[in-house]
């Protein structure tokens, strides 16, 4: 089966922070996984997507945990409200592994739609604002 392709990077998403545009960009690849993993439909699909879904969890919690030391070391304003951003993702996306673990109503589909519509709007609004800060910090000379 051809793997199709969900979500694509757009330059327009970048934080102009080469480590964490490609930590960004792998996200999109792991949605674009689980994204054909639902589009399979077989039990061997399922079983794909359980550990697709394990993989991309795991990684999210490593890339929250990279941008969030970057924003320390910025000491950027809004990091409070930021990492309660990433806690709020991680504590949903969990609860719905949990529901899919179990045998619950879990439609994969949507998941991955909100897996989408949630990193894209993240990147796009709230990763924004640390990048504008950075932004303001090169121009004043304050960081490199």
Same mark, same amino acid.
């Given at each position: 089966?051809?793997?199709k392709?969900?979500?694509e990077?757009?330059? !327009? *998403?970048?934080?102009?922070?080469?480590? /964490?545009?490609?930590? =960004?960009?792998?996200?999109?690849?792991?949605?674009?996984?689980? *994204?054909?993993?639902?589009?399979?439909?077989?039990?061997?699909a399922r079983?794909?997507?359980r550990?697709?879904?394990?993989?991309?969890?795991?990684?999210?919690?490593? =890339?929250? @945990?990279?941008?969030?030391?970057?924003?320390?070391? /910025?000491q950027?304003?809004?990091?409070?409200?930021?990492?309660?951003e =990433?806690? @709020?993702?991680? /504590?949903?996306?969990?609860?719905?592994? !949990?529901?899919?673990?179990?045998?619950?109503?879990?439609?994969?589909?949507?998941?991955?739609? *909100?897996? !989408?519509?949630?990193?894209?709007? =993240?990147?796009?609004?709230?990763?924004?604002k *640390?990048?504008?800060y950075?932004?303001?910090?090169?121009?004043?000379? !304050?960081?490199?």
């Amino acid at each position: 089966m051809e793997k199709k392709i969900f979500v694509e990077w757009e330059d !327009r *998403y970048s934080v102009a922070i080469p480590l /964490i545009d490609d930590q =960004h960009k792998h996200l999109i690849e792991l949605t674009n996984g689980l *994204y054909n993993a639902c589009l399979a439909g077989t039990e061997a699909a399922r079983v794909h997507f359980r550990e697709a879904v394990h993989g991309t969890v795991d990684y999210v919690k490593f =890339h929250f @945990s990279a941008e969030e030391k970057i924003l320390e070391n /910025i000491q950027f304003p809004g990091i409070a409200a930021h990492k309660n951003e =990433h806690e @709020s993702f991680v /504590i949903k996306v969990l609860a719905d592994v !949990r529901d899919f673990e179990a045998g619950k109503k879990f439609v994969p589909n949507i998941f991955v739609r *909100y897996l !989408r519509d949630w990193i894209l709007a =993240h990147i796009a609004v709230e990763d924004k604002k *640390y990048a504008d800060y950075i932004l303001e910090l090169k121009k004043q000379n !304050r960081v490199v």
